[in-house]
C-alpha cells in the first residue's frame, strides 16, 4: 500500500512537472509578442527593447522557467550581497520589492548619470509599515569590478527589479511608469525581475493590473471552491442515491421518470438551463437572486442564498449523468451470479444491495465522480459568466482576453494541481473500493 | 447674475442674438453658442427671452432647457446606489479610454467645466471662461474656495499641472489630440492664484468642450501616478473607498463638498455609490436589474433595452446621440485606398433595414459621416440610397468585375455590431461583396481596432461635431495621422475646411462650412455609418432627478433616493 502511495505520488511529481513545462510553453509559442500584446502596438522598438530587458524577456527559455518556478530573488540576492524582499507601501497601494539593510531599513536605488548612486532609504516601522524616507548619495567604495574590468553595482531599482549599473555608462532606458513612458538617463545594463516563484506561492505581477497576481488568485479561487464544494456535496450523494434507486427499480415507472429525467437535464446546455431557472425562479417567482452580485465589504460567505441558481444550474447538468451511470452500474451488478447467490442463499434483500451490490455497483460512478471535480472547478466558467460569479473560471476567461500572461499560466497551473490531486484521490478510493488492485 | 458675466458680452452672443431674433437659429442653439462664449446659463437664457420676444416666431416664455425643479422637501438624504458596470484596470486618468472608468473617477475627481445632456456646457471647477474675439485666446477663472481632500486650495498652478500632463506624449492621453496644432505646455500660461490662460496657435472654438472630455479630471500634483490607491487627493462629491478590478468599487460621500443641495447642505444626497462588475455576459446585469440586486446598469444594449422596459420595477429613460458603430476602412490598404470600392461598400448598406434589423428602430439614421444630426452644426443630408447595382458597377469600373471577397473584424460583445455585420453580410451579397466576418471578443476587437483593415469600431457620443472629426480624421504636425485615426484617411481639403470650422462661431456659417466637410467625408470618406444609436438609462424607481446622458456620463450628484418608491424596499 504504502509502495503504491510513494509510486502514485511520484508519479503526480512528473505530471506536475511536465505541466508546468507544457503550460510555459504553450504561453511562449502563444501568437505574438508580449510587449505588443501589453502596451498596444504603437510602441516604439526602444520602448520594447526597453520592455523586455525590464521583465526578464530578453533572457533564454530555461532561464525565464527557472525564475518563474522557483523564483529570482535568491539570485538577486547573491548579486547585490543583501536579502531581498516584498514590502506593502500603504501610500500607494502596493507591494513591492526592496533590499532588506540591516537596523531595519530598506533601499532602493537609482542614478541619473551612472556615476553616482543614489540610495532611497526607508525606515521598517514596527508595525510592519514604512516609514519615512530619505536619500543618500553613496560613495565610490560601492562599485565593484567584475570580470571584464568594468564597475559595477546591483541594487533593486525604483520600479521594484534587481538592477545592475555599469560605472560611467550613461546610457537611457525607456520606462513605463504609472505616468506613462519616461525615457531616463544613468539607466541600468541589466535587470533581473524580482519574484518568488510558483512553487514559492508568487507567479508575478499582473502585466494589466500591476498588482501581484496571487492577491487576486486566491480570492477567486476560494469563491470558486465554496461554489464547486456546495455543489459536489449536494449533487453527487443525490446522483448516486438516485442511480441505486433507479438501478434497483430498473424498467420501472420511478426508473423511467429518473432516466429520461436525467437525460433531459444533462442534455440541455447550462447557459439555458440557467437562463431558464433565472426567468422562472429569479424573475417570475422572485423567490433566490438571479445574479451573484457582492458588495463592498461583503464576501459571497455571507449571502449563500445567491448560490442557490448557480448551484441548481449545476445540478441540472451533473445530476442526470452521474446518475445514469450508477443506474447502468446497479443494474449489471444486479444480474451478476454472486448477487444470484445470495438472494438463493437465502439473505435479507437490502442486506445483499447493502453488503454486495453496492460496493461493487459504486466503482464506475466513483472515478466519473472525481473526474468531475476538475470540471467543477474549471469548467464552470460558463456558470460564472451567466451569474456574473467572481471566481477562478471567470479570472481565467479575463486573464486571457486580456493577455494577462502571468495570471493566465497561474490560474492554469492551480487547475492542473487540482485535476491531478484529484485523480490521485480517484485511484486512491478505487483501491479501496476494489480489493483486487489493491497490491498491483 | 453676475456683474463680471454682464459686463463683457463677447460679440459672437450678440450676433447669435441678432439671429435668434430674426428667426434663423433655434432658442436652443443660442442657448448653446451663449454659454460656449461664457455667458452663465441662466443669463443666456435672459438673453434668448430678450431676444426671441421682438420677433413673430416667438419661444414660449417658459424655459425649456432648465430641468424641472424639485419642490423643496422631495428631496431625502441616504441611500446606497448599487451599479452593474465594468470596473476596468486604470492607472493614470488622462489614459482612460473608457467611459465606465471616467464614469467611476468623475465621483472622486472632476472637471474644469461640464456638458450636460442636452450638449450644453457649464463651467464646473472653474467660474467662467471668456474667449478672445478671434478665439484664440481662452481665459479660465477658477473657482474660489475649492479644497482638496488634503485641505490644499485648488489653484491656476493645479490646472497647469494637469495640461503638462495630458499635452505631454510620453503619457499617451487621448486629450493630446484635441488640442494638438492648437496648444502647447508653452501656452498654458498661470496669470493668478485663479486665472489661467490658454494661448492658442489658432482659433478653436470648443475649448470648454473639450475640457469636459471624459479623461480630463483635474488631479492634484502629487498624483501618485495610480488613481485606484484612493490616497491621491481629489475635489469631488464621493471618495474612493474600495476599487476591486474586475470585481467592485465603493464612492462614499465626503461631508464638505463644495456644491450644496436644495435643502442648503452639501450635495451629493447619496450617501453611497458600488459598482459591481458582474463579467463580461450581460445576461447577468439583466437578471440582476429584474431582480433588484442592483439599481442600474451601464449601457443597456438594444436586447436590454427590450427586455427592461416593460418591468413595471423599472423605469427608462432614454436620449439620441451621435453614438454610433462605425464601419471603418483603412486607406492605406489595398482595395480599400480606391474610393471607387469604398464607395460601393457603403452603398450596400440599407440603412433602414439595418435600424430596424439590428436596433429595433430605436436611432437616427446616418449618412457615412461622422456627424450626427442630434449635433448642432449638421447640415441636413439626403439619406443615401441603398444601391446594390450601382456598387457592382463601382467595383467592376475599381477592378473587381467579380465581386470582392474580403474579412469584416467584428466585436461579438456587442450584439448590435453583429446583426448590422450580419445584415451587412446579406444586404451587400448581391453589390459584389462577399463578407466573411472576423469575429473576435470585445478586448480582442480592441487590441486590433486601429490595425485591422476592414472592421466595426464602436465611437461613442461628442456633444459637437468638430469635437469629434479631429480625434480621428486628421494628421498630426508630422504629417502622420493621429493616434486614434484607425482609417490613416487624411484629406487636405478636409483638414483645411475642419480647421476653419473649428474657428467658426457663427452657426450658420459654420454649417455652411460642415456642408462641404459633410459631402466630402460622404464622397471620399473612409467609413460608413448606417444608424446614429439611442442610450438609455435604467432605474430603479426610487432614485429621483436622474437624466439620460448622451455619452451615458454619470456622476448621480443630485439623484436622491426615496425609499418610499422602491419596490424592492
Given amino acids: 500500500m504504502l509502495k503504491l502511495l510513494l509510486r502514485r505520488f511520484l508519479f503526480l511529481i512528473v505530471t506536475l512537472f511536465a505541466v508546468s513545462v507544457t503550460v510555459f510553453a504553450i504561453s511562449e509559442l502563444a501568437p505574438g509578442d508580449m510587449a505588443t500584446n501589453v502596451l498596444g502596438n504603437t510602441i516604439t522598438p526602444d520602448q520594447r527593447a526597453s520592455f523586455n530587458a525590464q521583465n526578464g524577456l530578453d533572457q533564454p527559455a530555461l532561464t525565464r522557467y527557472r525564475r518563474w518556478m522557483l523564483g529570482s530573488d535568491r539570485e538577486a540576492a547573491q548579486l547585490i550581497g543583501a536579502p531581498v524582499d516584498r514590502f506593502y507601501d500603504t501610500e500607494n497601494n502596493q507591494t513591492n520589492w526592496w533590499v532588506v539593510g540591516s537596523n531595519e531599513t530598506i533601499y532602493r536605488h537609482r542614478s541619473e548619470d551612472g556615476e553616482v548612486i543614489l540610495q532611497l532609504e526607508r525606515a521598517l516601522l514596527p508595525d510592519g509599515k514604512l516609514g519615512p524616507s530619505r536619500i543618500v548619495a553613496l560613495g565610490d567604495e560601492i562599485w565593484v569590478t567584475n570580470d571584464e574590468g568594468e564597475e559595477i553595482f546591483w541594487g533593486v531599482n525604483e520600479d521594484g527589479r534587481a538592477a545592475m549599473w555599469i560605472r560611467g555608462l550613461n546610457q537611457s532606458e525607456e520606462r513605463l511608469t504609472r505616468a506613462g513612458w519616461i525615457s531616463t538617463a544613468g539607466a541600468p545594463s541589466a535587470y533581473i525581475p524580482l519574484q518568488k516563484g510558483l512553487l514559492r506561492g508568487d507567479p508575478g505581477i499582473s502585466l494589466i493590473t500591476r498588482q501581484p497576481v496571487i492577491d487576486t488568485l486566491v480570492p477567486r479561487l476560494l469563491n470558486t471552491l465554496f461554489l464547486a464544494g456546495i455543489a459536489f456535496v449536494i449533487i453527487m450523494p443525490l446522483a448516486l442515491f438516485l442511480g441505486v434507486i433507479a438501478g434497483l427499480y430498473e424498467g420501472r415507472p420511478l426508473d423511467r421518470v429518473l432516466s429520461v429525467g436525467g437525460l433531459v437535464a444533462t442534455a440541455t446546455p447550462e447557459f439555458a438551463s440557467g437562463v431558464f431557472l433565472i426567468v422562472i425562479f429569479a424573475v417570475w417567482l422572485g423567490w433566490f437572486p438571479g445574479a451573484v452580485v457582492i458588495p463592498p465589504g461583503t464576501s459571497i460567505f455571507e449571502q449563500p442564498q445567491m448560490l442557490i441558481l448557480p448551484i441548481m444550474t449545476l445540478m441540472l447538468v451533473e445530476l442526470g449523468y452521474v446518475l445514469r451511470v450508477t443506474r447502468a452500474s446497479m443494474s449489471e451488478v444486479l444480474r451478476t451470479n454472486y448477487i444470484r447467490t445470495a438472494v438463493l442463499k437465502g439473505l435479507p434483500y437490502w442486506q445483499v444491495i447493502w453488503r454486495h451490490a453496492l460496493r461493487n455497483a459504486l466503482l464506475a460512478p466513483i472515478t466519473v465522480i472525481m473526474l468531475h471535480i476538475n470540471w467543477l472547478i474549471g469548467g464552470i466558467v460558463v456558470v460564472e459568466t451567466l451569474f456574473g460569479f467572481p471566481g477562478l473560471g471567470s479570472y481565467v476567461l479575463a486573464s486571457a482576453l486580456n493577455n494577462d500572461v502571468f495570471a493566465l499560466q497561474a490560474a492554469t497551473m492551480i487547475l492542473v494541481v487540482i485535476a491531478v490531486v484529484s485523480q490521485l484521490l480517484a485511484d486512491l478510493i478505487y483501491v479501496y473500493l476494489n480489493p483486487r488492485i489493491r497490491y498491483t | 447674475m453676475k456683474e463680471d458675466t454682464t459686463s463683457r458680452i463677447h460679440p459672437g452672443i450678440e450676433q447669435a442674438q441678432t439671429q435668434l431674433q430674426q428667426g434663423r437659429i433655434s432658442r436652443r442653439d443660442f442657448l448653446r453658442v451663449a454659454t460656449l462664449l461664457g455667458a452663465s446659463l441662466p443669463f443666456a437664457s435672459v438673453l434668448a427671452a430678450c431676444g426671441g420676444g421682438t420677433t413673430t416666431t416667438a419661444p414660449p416664455p417658459v424655459d425649456p432647457v432648465a430641468p424641472a425643479e424639485p419642490t423643496l422637501g422631495a428631496i431625502k438624504r441616504g441611500g446606497v446606489l448599487r451599479v452593474g ?330 450584439t448590435d455590431v453583429v446583426s448590422y455585420a450580419e445584415t451587412l453580410q446579406q444586404d451587400a451579397q448581391p453589390g459584389g461583396f462577399n463578407i466573411t466576418l472576423d469575429t473576435m471578443p470585445n478586448n480582442a476587437y480592441w487590441d486590433i481596432w486601429t490595425e485591422t483593415t476592414v472592421g466595426i469600431t464602436p465611437w461613442t457620443h461628442r456633444p459637437l461635431a468638430v469635437m469629434l472629426l479631429p480625434l480621428a480624421y486628421i494628421a498630426d504636425e508630422a504629417g502622420n495621422p493621429v493616434p486614434w485615426n484607425e482609417t490613416r484617411w487624411v484629406d487636405e481639403e478636409f483638414s483645411t475646411l475642419l480647421r476653419q470650422a473649428q474657428g467658426t462661431l457663427d452657426i450658420e456659417a459654420r454649417r455652411s462650412i460642415m456642408a462641404d466637410l459633410q459631402r466630402i467625408q460622404n464622397e471620399r470618406g473612409p467609413v460608413a455609418i448606417a444608424v446614429w444609436q439611442r442610450v438609455w438609462e435604467v432605474f430603479n424607481p426610487a432614485f429621483q432627478g436622474v437624466v439620460a446622458h448622451p455619452t451615458l456620463h454619470n456622476q448621480w450628484l443630485r439623484v436622491w433616493y426615496d425609499p418610499d418608491l422602491d419596490p424592492r424596499a
Fill in chain 2, 85 to 414: 458596470i465594468a470596473v476596468q484596470a486604470v492607472d493614470h486618468p488622462a489614459r482612460f479610454s473608457w467611459t465606465e472608468s471616467a464614469n467611476a473617477f468623475r465621483h472622486v475627481f472632476e472637471y474644469l467645466t461640464e456638458t450636460d445632456e442636452n450638449n450644453i456646457t457649464h463651467p464646473l471647477l472653474l467660474e467662467s471662461w471668456e474667449a478672445s474675439d478671434d478665439l484664440t485666446v481662452w481665459t479660465l477663472n477658477l473657482r474660489q474656495g475649492i479644497k482638496w481632500t488634503n485641505g490644499d486650495e485648488l489653484v491656476a498652478e493645479h490646472v497647469r499641472y494637469n495640461f503638462g500632463e495630458w499635452l505631454n506624449p510620453d503619457v499617451g492621453s487621448s486629450i493630446l489630440g484635441l488640442w494638438e496644432g492648437f496648444l502647447t505646455i508653452d501656452g498654458v500660461e498661470v496669470v493668478d492664484d485663479y486665472t489661467v490662460r490658454l494661448n492658442l496657435s489658432a482659433p478653436k472654438l470648443d475649448v470648454p468642450e473639450n475640457l469636459y472630455h471624459y479623461p480630463a479630471v483635474i488631479m492634484h500634483p502629487s498624483f501618485n501616478g495610480d488613481v485606484k490607491t484612493g490616497t491621491n487627493p481629489s475635489t469631488g462629491p464621493y471618495t474612493l473607498t474600495e476599487y476591486v478590478v474586475d470585481e467592485r468599487a465603493k464612492f462614499t460621500r465626503r461631508e464638505d463638498y463644495w456644491q450644496l443641495g436644495e435643502d442648503g447642505d452639501p450635495l451629493p444626497y447619496l450617501d453611497a455609490v458600488e459598482f459591481i462588475d458582474l463579467g463580461t455576459d450581460r445576461t447577468s446585469y439583466v437578471a440582476a436589474m429584474q431582480t433588484g440586486a442592483i439599481h442600474t446598469m451601464y449601457e443597456p444594449n438594444v436586447e436590454n433595452y427590450l427586455s427592461l422596459r416593460d418591468d413595471p420595477n423599472i423605469v427608462v429613460y432614454s436620449v439620441d446621440t451621435s453614438q454610433a458603430r462605425v464601419l471603418r476602412m483603412r486607406v492605406d490598404q489595398e482595395p480599400w485606398s480606391d474610393n471607387r470600392v469604398r464607395t460601393a461598400l457603403k452603398m450596400c448598406q440599407d440603412r433602414e433595414q439595418i435600424l430596424s434589423v439590428a436596433y429595433n428602430n430605436e436611432g437616427l439614421i446616418g449618412h457615412d459621416v461622422h456627424v450626427s444630426p442630434v449635433q448642432p452644426e449638421f447640415a441636413p443630408m439626403d439619406t443615401p440610397a441603398y444601391d446594390p447595382e450601382g456598387a457592382k458597377a463601382l467595383l467592376a469600373e475599381a477592378g473587381f468585375p467579380d465581386g470582392l471577397s474580403f474579412n469584416l473584424s467584428v466585436g461579438t460583445g456587442w
